[in-house]
Nanobody, 119 residues
Framework: QVQLVESGGGVVQPGGSLTLSCAAS????????MGWFRQAPGKEREFVAG????????SYADSVKGRFTITKDAAKKTLYLQMNNLKIEHTAVYYC????????????WGQGTKVTVSS
């Protein structure tokens, strides 16, 4: 099993920045890729960004390209999401997730961290 714990959420003003962290533990050697997802009030959960656990290939939702950056520290088993120039519509619960191969879904999820963008 892989355990994921997010942190770093909070309240930020429009135009501000926030960095989310996700600490992984357990069978982390079996992780193929990790990602960030978000679920805004009244909406379905959606993919935000992903990164290979071995290597550095990344992918982003079109809506966050150029604004959000996903990185990892493999030695610390920690995933990050740097979010810049935040907008009110970025308000959501952000989830960290992990999967074991390119052929599997993201099967491990954190509890989520809430990001509120408000003036």
């Amino acid at each position: 099993q892989v355990q994921l714990v997010e942190s770093g959420g909070g309240v930020v003003q429009p135009g501000g920045s926030l960095t989310l962290s996700c600490a992984a533990s357990g069978r982390t050697f079996s992780i193929y890729a990790m990602g960030w997802f978000r679920q805004a009030p009244g909406k379905e959960r959606e993919f935000v960004a992903g990164i290979m656990w071995v290597g550095s290939a990344t992918s982003y939702a079109d809506s966050v390209k150029g604004r959000f950056t996903i990185t990892k520290d493999a030695a610390k088993k920690t995933l990050y999401l740097q979010m810049n120039n935040l907008k009110i519509e970025h308000t959501a619960v952000y989830y960290c997730a992990a999967r074991h191969s390119s052929n599997t879904q993201y099967g491990h999820w954190g509890q989520g961290t809430k990001v509120t963008v408000s003036s």
